[in-house]
């Protein structure tokens, strides 16, 4: 129950700030978690926004991806069972030579 608890504690998420400023000699701006130590630097304390919230997929992209999927299943319902049969010997060869070539690796 110990251990438990100790894992829940040290399981909390880590917290930092994070300071910036313009380096006087080099005019390169600088970050850090901590101040830096000449306080005439004029450090500012950045607020935490969290992480960005993933963008929503357009919906016209979507619309193009359904019509891309209906176009392909009208594609393969439209073929004939002597082209399936033909495709599923190809695709069997394919993994028959895929087999072999790992055997043959594996020595």
């Known amino acids: 129950m110990r251990t438990l608890a100790l894992l829940l504690v040290l399981a909390a998420p880590a917290y930092a700030d994070l300071y910036r400023w313009v380096d ?6 600088k970050f850090s ?3 830096p130590a000449d306080p005439q630097l004029g450090a500012e304390l950045l607020p935490y926004r969290g992480a960005p919230k993933p963008a929503a997929a357009s919906s016209s992209s979507l619309v193009a991806l359904e019509m891309r999927w209906r ?3 009208v594609q393969r319902a439209a073929r004939s069972p002597q082209d399936m049969a033909r495709d599923r010997g190809v695709l069997r060869q394919e993994l028959e030579t895929g087999a072999l ?3 043959l690796r594996a020595r």
Do not use: I
Not at 24 to 29: E, I, K, L
């Open 71 to 73: 176009a392909l299943v």
């Open 24 to 29: 006087a000699d080099s005019g390169s701006v």
């Open 33 to 35: 978690n901590l101040p």
């Open 101 to 103: 070539v790992e055997h």
